[in-house]
Structures are given as structure tokens and as C-alpha cells.
């Protein structure tokens, strides 16, 4: 289970191991304290020698000045190492999830995996400095505190020793029911993390239809589940921690009976028996022993609610990509010719339905094609087989004359871009996200790629021109502005096939024809899909494909469309009416 994480452990192993070291020497310069304290006690105040007393004193300051030095340096060290645990692991994580496939990204949910990177790895973060600190510290002071009990009485020591079945089984039934109920409860959060997620992404819509109430109580709901299931996992616990206080203060109302009589009946003579110092430190022991099983106990707990973070954790670092790189990829797209051979699509493997069914097509490069269809016809689904973002079930798609799992992934994606509907702008400047295509790009550059996509106007009609900012989620610009910037972000990428998913739906018909002009004219060689619902987006192509319930059903130019194809003269009477 945390062969995963050995990788994260290894870059930390320096400062983990210091922090174990510190922590041993913090525990023996605590333990031989008692045993200084007792000879104190039995030497020094009890035979009123004041040399004695001046003498241990001393010993016990400088134990304490060490134990105190020591529990600092191990708690810098051990800081450090499970902040460098977590960064490793974060990044880790979040370059795992660069690598995954859409196929992959559907399977976890976003908030799920945002609680995964974020809450999941806080726990994991705590669990391994409880265990480098903590665990080796009540270990340590554990064994070595009954080992100097034994020493300085062996009747009385026993007692203690019958604490060790007692918190065995009990951490048994602790984490049988307790262990359930805390992998239910991140379940929760999953869905909390959705719902937030999803109400602030779409906060204008539950504000435009007056569904506040609504998304409340979905809110509600899923924080009531978490709720109930925290109260219910502590309960357990909590139940737990009284039974272990009972349990400890009996030992040691025991101890104390019997160390008193051994006392009494050795008339405090070390020579015959037990000694008031002795007895001290026999307590003081059995306090540093009890204090550590608790401790112990509580970072079981801990690592309880931790396990499941780090199966989720674990369960992203070990998810396989479902689309890699070729053992000998290629690593040059010779031109934009696109072809489909016999291919089949659905998106889950055990699932009936086909998304695509027996599609075979060829597009000539620097071709300008048209795709339209009804909803659920599978127009974005044929166009997110070409840049492998998602892979063929049956049949194969070529590109440049290869097929496209031949190629390496960064090389084919730069050669294809895709402009989507709904466009995301990314905190910045209008400069920062159209170089998101080209990190290159200069001025220039940047004016002829936004002149294309008719977005030079408004770009200039700001203040600030290219250096205008940019908020969250490009809240600042219409859907057509963010459109645009979009097309142009894509057309700085310089590739040899523009896919345009229904991308012009926000502009008006004038700028759309403006825009097809631009590509048309001054991107001749680069193959251009055009998807939409609107026949005047994709009059004017070469070809125009009709899809169908999965199925292309035609694949002509306009006017023999019109003749020929029954759905499409309908959709273009319907839109002409």
C-alpha cells in the first residue's frame, strides 16, 4: 500500500532520519531523569547531604537543557520532512493528473480530485510526521520507561505490563468500526466539493432562475452526511479515551498501593527494599509509559482516518493512462489529412451504446469541412478521436497519413488545435493567454492571430491594448469576446488541422463571416473543422458532413446537400423559415 509513496519519502530521508535521532536522544534524556531524581531524593534530601542534592540538581538541569535542545531540533527536521513529503506528493499528484486521459479525468469526479490534492494529502502530510515524531517517540519512551521500572522494582513492574493486551485489542475494535465510517465520510466531502464547485461555476444561472433555496439544501444535505458519519467515527473514539483514562490511573492507584507497602515494610532501606525515591520514579515511569500508549493510541487513530486518504491518494498516483506515447513515436505531422477507417467510439468500455458507428471519411489537407448534426449525433465525440483525446474502440484514425497512436502525444496535440464552445481565460492579461498557445509569440504575432479572429477591435479600444487584464474565469468579457481571444489563442499554436467546436455561437453573424473569411484567406494549408448548428457557419465549406444518431449520412457541399440529403434541407428550412 505505501510502495507509492516511497519515491516522496526518499527526498526527505535526511531530514526523517535526523528527526528520529533528535527524538531518541530526547527520550533517554527524559527517562534518566526519574532515575537521577530518585538518587536525589534517596542520596541527597532524605540523608540531608546537600552535595548530593547540588550534584544531581545539576545533572537534572542539564538532562532537561538537553531533552529540551534535542525535541527542537527534531521538531525543525521533522517539520521540514513532512512539508517536502506533502510538496513531492502534491506534485507528484497534480503531474499525474497531466498525464491522464479524458477517459481517465472521468472516472474521478473534480471535486473528488480536488479533495484528493488537497484534504487527502494534508492527512497523509500528518500521519507521516506523527509517525516520524510521535510513534518513534512513545515507542522509544515506551520500552525503555518498563525496561527502568523492571530495574528498579520487578514485583511492581509487572502491572504495567498488562496494559499491552489492553491496548492491542482495543485499537482492534477501534479501527474495525471506526475505519468504515471515515472512508464514507471523505465520500462526502467528494460530493460536498462537487456541489461547491459546481454552485460557483454556475452562480449566475442558480441566481437568473432563483434556485438559491435549491442548492442550499443540496449543500445541507451533503454536509449532514458528513456530519453523521464524523460523529459517528468519533463517538468511537471518544467512547475509547475514557475506558483508556480508567484503565491507567487504576495501574497506577495500584502501583502506588503497593510501592507504599513495600516501603512500610522495608522501613525506606534501600538495602531491603523499595525507597521513596525509588517509588518516584517507579511512578514517575509508569506515568511516562501510560502517557505513551495514550499517545500511541491517538496517532493510530490518526493514521486511521489517514489510511483512507492514503488509499484515495494511491489511488491517483497508480491509475494508469489510458493514452501513452508509442514505444517509437513520430515525432513530425507531415501535413493536416485526416482519415477515418471503420471506427467505432463509446465512452465506457462495458457499455452498449456506440457513440460513433462505422465512420469512414477522408479529409484532404488544408481542406475547410463542416460538420453539423442533432444533439447527441456524436460531432464533438468524431473530433476528440483526432488529437487522441480519447481513443478509437474499433477502427483507427489517421493523421498525415499515420495513425495517430503512432505519433508522440505532445507532437500530435501541438499540430492540432481545438477551439472549444465554452472557453476558459485564465487569470492574467490578454497577452499571458493568447501566449498559453504560443509562450513565444511576439506582438506582431499576437495582432495577425487576433486580427484573424476579428478580436484586434476590441483588443484596441482598451486602454491597456495586450496588458489588460484578465480576472478569474475571464468573467470581464462577453461570451464573444472570450470566443474570439479563444480562436485566436489557438491560431497562435500555428497548427496544421483548427478544430471549432460550435466556437462562433456567441458572435453575430457579420463577425462569424468575418472570422471564416480570415482562415479561409490567410490559413489556406491548415486543414479547418467547423462544427455548428448554423448552415450559414458552414455553407461556404468544401465538404460538409452530416451526422446522424452516430452515423455520417452524408458528406457533400452545400448545394448537392440540398439536393441530395433530406435532414440537412430540413435544418436549413427550418433556420431559413
Request: with cysteine; glycine share 6%.
Amino acid at each position: 500500500m505505501f510502495s507509492v509513496f516511497k519515491n516522496s519519502i526518499a527526498k526527505v530521508k535526511k531530514e526523517s532520519i535526523l528527526s528520529m535521532i533528535f527524538i531518541l536522544f530526547e527520550t533517554a534524556f527524559e527517562i534518566v531523569v526519574p532515575f537521577m531524581m530518585a538518587k536525589l531524593i534517596d542520596l541527597g534530601i532524605e540523608n540531608s547531604n546537600m552535595q548530593n542534592v547540588y550534584r544531581f540538581g545539576f545533572i537534572i538541569i542539564g538532562l532537561v537543557i538537553g531533552q529540551a535542545l534535542s525535541g527542537i531540533f527534531c521538531a525543525v527536521f521533522a517539520v521540514k520532512a513532512g512539508t517536502g513529503f506533502a510538496y513531492d506528493l502534491r506534485e507528484r499528484l497534480f503531474s499525474r493528473l497531466q498525464t491522464f486521459a479524458f477517459a481517465n479525468i472521468d472516472k474521478f469526479s473534480t471535486g473528488s480530485l480536488v479533495t484528493r490534492s488537497t484534504t487527502d494529502i494534508a492527512n497523509v502530510q500528518r500521519a507521516f510526521q506523527m509517525v516520524i515524531r510521535g510513534a518513534i517517540r512513545s515507542i522509544s519512551m515506551c520500552f525503555f520507561s518498563l525496561y527502568f521500572a523492571y530495574r528498579v522494582n520487578f514485583e511492581i513492574a509487572r502491572c504495567l505490563t498488562f496494559l499491552v493486551p489492553v491496548i492491542i485489542i482495543s485499537f482492534v475494535i477501534v479501527s474495525r468500526l471506526a475505519m468504515p465510517i471515515f472512508e464514507k465520510m471523505f465520500g462526502a466531502f467528494d460530493a460536498l466539493n462537487n456541489i461547491m464547485s459546481e454552485n460557483i461555476h454556475g452562480i449566475r444561472v442558480v441566481k437568473t432562475f432563483n434556485r438559491e433555496e435549491y442548492e442550499f439544501d443540496k449543500m445541507k444535505k451533503s454536509a449532514d452526511d458528513i456530519y453523521n458519519y464524523s460523529v459517528k467515527a468519533e463517538s468511537y473514539v471518544a467512547i475509547w479515551d475514557p475506558f483508556m483514562n480508567i484503565t491507567v490511573y487504576t495501574i497506577l492507584i495500584i502501583i502506588s498501593w503497593l510501592g507504599a507497602k513495600a516501603i512500610i515494610a522495608s522501613g525506606n532501606n534501600p538495602d531491603l527494599g523499595l525507597t521513596t525515591g525509588k517509588l518516584m520514579s517507579l511512578i514517575t515511569y509508569g506515568l511516562q509509559m501510560l502517557m505513551s500508549l495514550m499517545f500511541m493510541s491517538m496517532i493510530y487513530v490518526m493514521l486511521i482516518i489517514s489510511s483512507a486518504s492514503i488509499k484515495r491518494v494511491q489511488e491517483v498516483l497508480v491509475e494508469e493512462t489510458l493514452i501513452r506515447n508509442p514505444e517509437n513515436p513520430i515525432y513530425s505531422v507531415p501535413n493536416g489529412e485526416i482519415e477515418f477507417k471503420n471506427v467505432n467510439f463509446k465512452y465506457h468500455e462495458n457499455s452498449k451504446h456506440r457513440i460513433l458507428k462505422d465512420i469512414n471519411v477522408k479529409i484532404n489537407s488544408g481542406e475547410t469541412i463542416g460538420i453539423i448534426g442533432g444533439t447527441g449525433s456524436g460531432k464533438s465525440s468524431i473530433v476528440n478521436l483526432i488529437p487522441r483525446l480519447y481513443d478509437a474502440t474499433q477502427g483507427a484514425v489517421y493523421v498525415g497519413g499515420h495513425n495517430v497512436k503512432e505519433y508522440d502525444l505532445n507532437t500530435l496535440r501541438k499540430s492540432v488545435g481545438i477551439v472549444l464552445q465554452k472557453n476558459i481565460l485564465f487569470t492574467g492579461t490578454i497577452a499571458s493567454n493568447l501566449r498559453f498557445g504560443n509562450e513565444n509569440a511576439s506582438i506582431e504575432d499576437m495582432k495577425e492571430a487576433c486580427d484573424i479572429a476579428s478580436a484586434l477591435e476590441f483588443i484596441n479600444e482598451k486602454p491597456e491594448g495586450f496588458d489588460s487584464k484578465v480576472e478569474q474565469g475571464g468573467t470581464n468579457f462577453s461570451g464573444g469576446q472570450k470566443q474570439r481571444l479563444s480562436i485566436a489563442r489557438t491560431i497562435l499554436k500555428k497548427p496544421k488541422i483548427i478544430i471549432f467546436d460550435d466556437s462562433t455561437s456567441a458572435v453575430d453573424t457579420k463577425t462569424d463571416a468575418k472570422i471564416r473569411n480570415g482562415l479561409k484567406n490567410r490559413l489556406p494549408d491548415t486543414t479547418k473543422i467547423i462544427i455548428s448548428q448554423r448552415i450559414i457557419s458552414i455553407k461556404e465549406c468544401d465538404k460538409i458532413m452530416v451526422l446522424d444518431n452516430g452515423r455520417i449520412i452524408a458528406f457533400d457541399n452545400h448545394d448537392n446537400l440540398l439536393k441530395n440529403c433530406e435532414l440537412y434541407r430540413e435544418i436549413n428550412e427550418v433556420q431559413n423559415s
